[in-house]
């Protein structure tokens, strides 16, 4: 049986992190989507909301199951028996970048076999960091996302406005 899994911080989960799923559904017998920390990110979602807004979006995918775990990649893989670590990479830096992290993993676990994708050309540019900044400017990133993360991307963005708002308020005062 083949196991995979594909670990990200997915805050949010994208169009184009939906598309890797769905290819990675179709070659493998099981996909784990591992919904981890990212400490150097600024997360808008627990992992908890993520987890869940990730199972609403592959719910159609028989074979995907959506779990979370700390700590190394490598760790995560033998505890669920998983031999194959699934990446995506939108251009050359993301290449470089997941070509360095597979050294390390295999460093760590020699078994361990990475298997990048190249996103699909009309995701390529598109990454979670960018499409929060976008959205934080008032710009309409609804195609991009899945609908169920769209609508929780738009009520907390609501809510980071108003926390804004009340801070600028305490400021002036």
Request: with cysteine.
């Amino acid at each position: 049986m083949k196991v995979a899994i594909f670990p990200g911080s997915f805050d949010p989960l994208t169009l184009g992190h939906l598309d890797l799923i769905k290819r990675g559904s179709a070659l493998f017998d099981h996909l784990a989507v591992a919904v981890m920390t990212n400490t150097s990110k600024d997360t808008w979602f627990t992992v908890d909301e993520r987890v869940a807004q990730v199972k609403e979006a592959v719910a159609g995918l028989d074979n995907v199951s959506v779990i979370t775990a700390k700590g190394l990649t490598v760790d995560l893989m033998n505890k669920i028996g998983a031999d194959y670590l699934m990446r995506g990479a939108r251009n050359v830096d993301d290449f470089c970048y997941e070509k360095d992290i597979a050294a390390m993993n295999h460093f760590l676990d020699d078994q361990v076999e990475t298997i990048i994708f190249l996103a699909d050309p009309k995701y390529q540019y598109l990454s979670s960091s960018l499409l929060k900044e976008v959205a934080l400017s008032g710009g309409n990133i609804a195609p991009l996302l899945p609908a169920n993360i769209n609508e929780a991307l738009q009520e907390r963005l609501k809510k980071r406005q108003i926390k804004q708002v009340k801070k600028e308020n305490e400021e002036t005062r």
